[in-house]
C-alpha cells in the first residue's frame, strides 16, 4: 500500500452534470476525510469519517454534495448538479490515531465549465 | 474562515538562506501541523508540535510554538531549489483530532 490514491486526477465537466471522485485510503487508516481547495487557498474541510460512519459534515457541504464510505474502506464524493463554482481540487486525506498527521491524496481537479 | 494565518503571504529567498515561516490561529488547540504542498499537488506531513512542546526539529526544519501568543514559526535552513512549494499551518480543536483546520499558506521560492 502506497498511500491514498484518488481517481480521477482531473475532471471536466458541464454546468448541470452528476461527478464522482473516489479515495482508496491507506488500508490501516480508519479515518477518512475530504476536503476542498480553491486556487491560492488552504485546504478547506469539507467531511470527516471514522470506519463507515461519517461523523462531521461541514456547511460547506450543500445537499448538493453527498459522500459515503462502504464497509469502512474507499470512499466516495459526489456532486450534484455541478455549478462554476464547485471548480476546485478536492483532496483526500486519511490516518489513523496516534499517527502524527494527515496522508494526503494527490487529488482531484474538477473543472466545471 | 480558516483558523490559521500565515504570514507571509509569499517569500523569495537565495539558495542556501534561511527561510521562516509564521502562523497564527485563534483558538485553544491540541497540536499544530506544517504542511507542504507542491504546484497541482497533495500536501506532504512535515512536523507535529503539541500545545504542551515549544520547540521541535526534523532534519533541516524547527518547529516553535507560542500557546500564549497562539502563533508559530517553521524556519527551513539552508534551503534547497526542492524546497519551492507552499507551505501550510493546520490546528485542531481541544474536542479532538476530528478534523484539521488549514491556513491559507506561505508561497515559498527558492532561487537558485
Known amino acids: 500500500d502506497t498511500g491514498v490514491s484518488q481517481d480521477p486526477r482531473h475532471k471536466i465537466t458541464k454546468r448541470g452534470q452528476n461527478v464522482t471522485f473516489r479515495c482508496d485510503p491507506i488500508?490501516?487508516?480508519?479515518?477518512l476525510y475530504w476536503y476542498r481547495q480553491t486556487l491560492g487557498q488552504g485546504p478547506e474541510f469539507l467531511t470527516y469519517f471514522q470506519n463507515e460512519a461519517q461523523l462531521e459534515k461541514s456547511r460547506l457541504l450543500s445537499d448538493r454534495f453527498s459522500a459515503e464510505r462502504p464497509k469502512g474502506s474507499f470512499s466516495t464524493l459526489e456532486i450534484q448538479r455541478t455549478e462554476q463554482g464547485d471548480s476546485a481540487m478536492y483532496l483526500c486525506?486519511?490516518?489513523?490515531?496516534?499517527?502524527?498527521?494527515?496522508?494526503f491524496g494527490s487529488g482531484t481537479r474538477l473543472t466545471v465549465v | 474562515s480558516q483558523q490559521g494565518e500565515e504570514d507571509p503571504q509569499a517569500l523569495s529567498i537565495q539558495e542556501g538562506e534561511n527561510a521562516t515561516m509564521n502562523c497564527s490561529y485563534k483558538t485553544s488547540i491540541n497540536n499544530l501541523q506544517w504542511y507542504r504542498q507542491n504546484s497541482g499537488r497533495g500536501l506532504v506531513h512535515l512536523i507535529l508540535i503539541r500545545s504542551n512542546e515549544r520547540e521541535k526539529h526534523s532534519g533541516r526544519l524547527r518547529v516553535t510554538l507560542d500557546t500564549s501568543k497562539k502563533s508559530s514559526s517553521l524556519l527551513i535552513t539552508a534551503s534547497r531549489a526542492a524546497d519551492t512549494a507552499s507551505y501550510f499551518c493546520a490546528t485542531d480543536g481541544l474536542q479532538g483530532a476530528q478534523k484539521l483546520v488549514f491556513g491559507q499558506g506561505t508561497r515559498l521560492t527558492i532561487n537558485p
Open positions: 488500508s490501516e487508516h480508519n479515518r
Open positions: 486525506a486519511s490516518s489513523h490515531p496516534p499517527i502524527d498527521g494527515y496522508t
